[in-house]
């Protein structure tokens, strides 16, 4: 069974910074991709930004420029340092892991930024 726990999430002002960390433990194979998606009230979930084991990245356009995510093989963890954070990014937080077994999700972590 595999394990993601998110931390980091808060409360922060606008144009403030946090960043977020994901931990994976349990047995998987096959690891291709780590990354975060968010859901903010009334939204479907999306892609906020991945990077795959290879060190290739994605992002979600309204986080370019101020987000960037980044892994640590060694450690299975991938985090997500958010600058100038907009009210907008408001949402639940999740981590993903894209594996040969499947895909896995974290319980979330909120991020609220406030105006």
């Known amino acids: 069974q595999v394990q993601l726990v998110e931390s980091g999430g808060g409360l922060v002002q606008a144009g403030g910074s946090l960043r977020l960390s994901c931990a994976a433990s349990g047995t998987f194979f096959g690891l291709y991709a780590m990354g975060w998606y968010r859901q903010a009230p009334g939204k479907q979930r999306e892609l906020v930004a991945q990077i795959t084991r290879g060190g290739t990245t994605d992002y979600a356009d309204s986080v370019k420029g101020r987000f960037a995510v980044s892994r640590d093989n060694a450690k299975i963890m991938v985090y997500l340092q958010m600058n100038s954070l907009k009210p907008e990014d408001t949402a639940v937080y999740y981590c993903?892991?894209?594996?040969?077994?499947?895909?896995?999700w974290g319980q979330g972590t909120r991020v609220t930024v406030s105006p």
């Open positions: 993903n892991l894209q594996g040969a077994t499947g895909s896995y």
